[in-house]
Every structure is written in structure tokens, then in C-alpha cells.
């Protein structure tokens, strides 16, 4: 481009007096839009446009992060923690007790993912139509009462039909959890807070194997002591969601915690994202784009491929450790390390792709690790002499759970429009489940101690998800550059910058620069970070690698 060329403006840049015009280009360069298809959208036209400053905004930030992540990190905890108790059950007595075979087993850990696989489409159209808060809030509550009924399950046709129960109603928890931070955080704030909740399936581990080492002491001859397990998390669990329903606002522009001021600047906030906040109206063409578009296959593949692994370590690891030459009880503290590592692990790798801006490639970075904990399991002999070896690499296994909300947050950023966003988390969630419905019947307890040939298979979807990692960006790098000439044949800037992803110093220098050139702004019908159009669709959309 040539020198003399207008300087790159940042879309959705309105966080100062004189707001940005989000496609960097003059006002007349963009044909009017009448029709007000989001929410958001309708709220600011008529509260009317607002300006503020970057501290105005922080401080909303603030609040929302003090109301809205806690409520999603007790969400995401129970809903790992009642997922998890088929685990932690394992090694106390739930295959003798209720006489199950080891395929048996195996099926109680797939079948919940059969429910959630059935039920995806639902859940996307249920996102889309209703209010979000209260559908997660009821999905709580439904997924654990079931999970306090599993008590009442004795033999294997009644475990496995509310397993899928269970699988069914906690179906909504991550795309909601996805949708959420979609809906309150702008797209460099989502990668941090996306972690935070991922994290707690470290969580989990710790909390879980502290109280299933507690509750595993429980001696009843009336109650087998998994059945305490089940009783005890189901409980909390439906408490913890009468608690969600009650604290939950549904969008930022129905947040009654936030004053009519602060849910202006909240939603306005997000105009930089070019996702859109809220339509409640389901579009068949932003679905039919979903199933046409390349980008959904490729999240697909690479979520597939790592729950797969995850499926069937996450499954068998308290049997794995525990063929390492545990006892129960030291297999399930040992677990406790497990947790600690995923926790670090994946805040520090959002951290670092916050940082490098490049997921795909610490995606890549992160593999390596769980490869060399395989290989270290399966070419190490079990003699009795190498349990700290087995250790180490179990735990290097562990940072696996770094891959999972990384492609949660790289494909939520790279989705526009909100009928779009909500089908591909369910289609991305969908190959999730595929994969955790796979990865527990690669290992069979007929394999121990070894696990060779699940511990081989969960090698090469490790091997598979770097190399996926490192080729994902130049497709999207491709699709930029589409968007670039289409900008280009509408009479703007090629060169737009993503204001979505600007940290706290380059967005002063712009709004200083900016404030300079005295540039008018876009309004609210002109402005295409919410009209509920899909990525594909606008020409101001950047994907972010």
C-alpha cells in the first residue's frame, strides 16, 4: 500500500469520545442497514450511543468479572465433577458391586456422551431462542438430580440409563459456557477467561479425589460406598444451580446488577468483536453455512482427535496409576498432582497464546508434552522400580487439557453471528463427545498393567492435534486475505486492525491518534459488529490464528 495511504483504524473502537469507525472507513462507504437484527443492537439505538473511557470500561469489566466468571466456574466445576464420579467410583467397588463386566465400563464412560451428542442440536437452537441464563441455570439442577439418582442404580441397564440422562442435560453446559463468554467479553479478554473456567477440570481432580478419598472411607452394609459418591455430588450440584438461576442475568442488557449506563458500555463494548451479543432469533442460513464451512470440519477433526485421548485416559487414569503399583487410596491422592498441573497448565498456555497472539501454534508446543508422557508409559516396564517414571510421564499426559479450551476459544473468536456460533460449539462439541465415546473403548482392562494399545492410539491423536495446530492458521490466514480484497471492492481500507484484540497501551495509542484525525465514527445501523451477520458474510470480520 502506498505511504501516503490512511492509517489502519480498528473496528468497534468506540471505548473513547470519538468513537472509531469499526470497518475503518468513511462513513458513506458502507450502504445503510435499516433492519437492527441483534439485540445489542436494538438496546443501543434505542438507550442511544454512548461514549466513555477506558477506566469507564474497566470498571464494567470488573464487575462482570466478579459476577458473571464465578458463576461460570461453579457451573463448569460441577458439571466436571459429576462427569468425573464414574472415576473416582472406579476404584471403590463400582464393577463388583453392581456386577459389571469391563466393556460394561467402558460403556457407563460413553454413554454420557451419547446423551450429549443427542441432544447438541437442541441445545444450539435452545441457546439461540431462549434466555441463556435460565436455560443453563435449569440444566444444572436437571444434571444433577440425575446424578444423585445414580445412587439408586444397582445393576448396569439402570447405571447406563441415567448416565445418558445425565450426558443429555449437561449437553448445554459448554456451548452455554462458550456462548456466555462470547456474550460478555471482548475477543481478547476470552482467551484468559475461557482457561479460567477450562481450568476447573484441574479442579476437579483436586477437589474430587479429596473428597472421594474422604467418602471412600464411608463402611455401610446398607449403602455401597459409591453410591455416597453419587448422592454426595448430585446434591451440591442441584443446590449450586437454584443458586445460578437466581444470580444469572440472561445478556449484558438484562444484567439488573449493572446500572442502564454500565450495560450500555458493556454491550457496547463488544461492537469491536464483530460477533454479535444476542438475537433470540434462529437463522437456517447461518446454520447451512455452518455445515458448508471448512473452518467447522477442521475444529471438528482436531476436537475429535484429542478427546479421544482424553476420553480414555480420563476414563482408566485411577486404573492406570493404580497398575503403576498403588494402592486405591495413593492412586487417587496421586491424582491430586494431576489436577494441579491441568490447572497451571492451561492458564499459563492461554496466558502465553494471550501473549504470542498464535494459538495454533501453542497448541502445536503443548502437544509435545503429552507425546513424550506416552511414549515415557509405554516403552517404561512396570518392575516395581519405575513408579516415578510412570508418575512423571502421567503427569506430562495431564497437560492435554491445555488442547481442549484452547480450540473452545480459537473457534468461538473465528464465528460470527449468533445462530453461526451457537451450531459450530455444537459441532465442535459434537466431535468432542465422538471422541470421548471412542477413547474409553481403545483400553480395556484385559490390557493391564501395560494399556499399550490405548496408550498407542492416544500417541497418534497427540501427533495428530500438533500438526493440525500448525496448519489450522494458514487456512485462516487465507480467509483474511479474502476479506482484505473484499474491503478493497467496497471502497475500504484493506489494512483494518482488529480492535478486538488490542491490549490496554496499543488501544490508547489509537484512540490518541484517532482523537487527532477527528474521524466520525459509524453508527449503529451502519455498523456490522451487530447485525448478526456470520463471519463468512462480513467483510470486517478478522480471524485471529
Known sequence: ????????????????????????????????????????????SEHGEITFSYEDERAVLRRVDLRILPLLLGAYFFQQL??????????????????LTSHEYSWLGSILYFGQLAFQPLAAFLLVRLPTGKVIGTAIVLWGASEALLAACTDFKSLVALRFLLGAFEALIAPSCIAITQMWWRR??????????????????????????????????????????FIFCGVLTVLYGITFLILMPDSPMEAKYLSEREQLIAVERLRANQMGVASRKWRWDHALETLLDVKTWLWFLIMTSISIASGGIGTFGNLIVKDFGYTNFNAILF???????????IIGSA?????????????????????????????????????????FGYYLVSCLGVITPMIFTWQGQNTGGDTKKKTTTAVVIAGMCAGN????????????????????????QFSFVGVMGLLIPIYLMFLNKLHEKKRVQLGKRADIVDGSMLKRKEMQEVQERDLEQKDPGTSIENDNGLQDLSDLKNEDFIYVY
Do not use: C
Not at 484441574?202 to 478419598?213: A, D, E, K, P, R
Not at 474409553?440 to 498393567?449: G, I, K, R, S, V
Open 188 to 229: 481478547s479478554e476470552q482467551t484468559l477467561r475461557t482457561s479460567y473456567w477450562n481450568a476447573m477440570n484441574g479442579v476437579t481432580q483436586i477437589v474430587g479425589s479429596l473428597v472421594t478419598y474422604g467418602l471412600g472411607h464411608i463402611m455401610n452394609d446398607r449403602i455401597y460406598r459409591y453410591q455416597v459418591i
Open 335 to 345: 491424582n491430586i498432582p494431576f489436577g494441579v498441573i491441568q490447572v497451571v497448565a
Open 437 to 460: 465415546i471412542i477413547g474409553p473403548h481403545l483400553f480395556d482392562t484385559t490390557d493391564a498393567p501395560l494399556y499399550r494399545p490405548g496408550l498407542i492410539s492416544a500417541l497418534v
Open 351 to 391: 496466558a502465553l497464546s494471550t501473549k504470542l497472539r498464535r494459538k495454533g501454534l501453542v497448541i502445536a508446543l503443548f502437544s509435545l508434552l503429552p507425546i513424550i508422557g506416552t511414549i515415557l508409559m509405554i516403552t517404561v516396564p512396570r518392575n516395581g522400580q519405575t513408579k516415578g517414571v510412570l508418575l
Open 82 to 99: 459429576d462427569k468425573s464420579s464414574l472415576s473416582y467410583v472406579s476404584i471403590f467397588g463400582i464393577i463388583e458391586d453392581a456386577n
Open 1 to 44: 500500500m502506498a505511504s501516503e495511504s490512511p492509517k489502519p483504524v480498528p473496528p468497534g473502537m468506540a471505548e473513547h469520545v470519538d468513537a472509531i469507525s469499526p470497518a475503518g472507513a468513511a462513513s458513506n462507504a458502507t450502504p445503510p442497514v435499516t433492519v437492527l437484527a441483534d439485540r445489542a443492537a436494538k438496546f443501543i
